[in-house]
Nanobody, 123 residues
Framework: VQLQAFGGGLVQAGGSLRVSCAAS????????VVWFRQAPGKEREFVAG????????AYADSVKGRFTISRDNAKKTVNLQMNSLKADDTAVYSC?????????????????WGPGTLVTVSS
């Protein structure tokens, strides 16, 4: 499964941006999908995830209330809507997936990864 994250860019603090994750040639409907991010000089960290059924979501405390993860089955994407962005949200955002996987926060749980997309928040 080849994943691709897209939609990153430059945004001012307080603004909004949506990044999306898609799988090449297939739907993500049977995959638990998560977003991680990695800022320069920092470790990769869990941001948000959605279970393959769509019934469960999880968020890092740092983004709870500002970010929303969702599925768009028509477009075959998993989207991360990011509002009230802060300079600390600047990072490369990557999506990962696991077929019928449990929603967990550790990167080791996910077999499929794709190149990230850069989100830069200017203060």
């Amino acid at each position: 499964v080849q994943l691709q994250a897209f939609g990153g860019g430059l945004v001012q603090a307080g603004g909004s941006l949506r990044v999306s994750c898609a799988a090449s040639g297939r739907t993500l409907s049977s995959y638990t999908v998560v977003w991680f991010r990695q800022a320069p000089g920092k470790e990769r960290e869990f941001v948000a995830g959605i279970s393959w059924s769509g019934g469960n979501t999880a968020y890092a405390d740092s983004v709870k209330g500002r970010f929303t993860i969702s599925r768009d089955n028509a477009k075959k994407t998993v989207n991360l809507q990011m509002n009230s962005l802060k300079a600390d949200d600047t990072a490369v955002y990557s999506c990962a997936a696991e077929y019928l996987g449990a929603l967990r926060r550790g990167p080791i749980e996910y077999l499929y990864w794709g190149p990230g997309t850069l989100v830069t928040v200017s203060s």
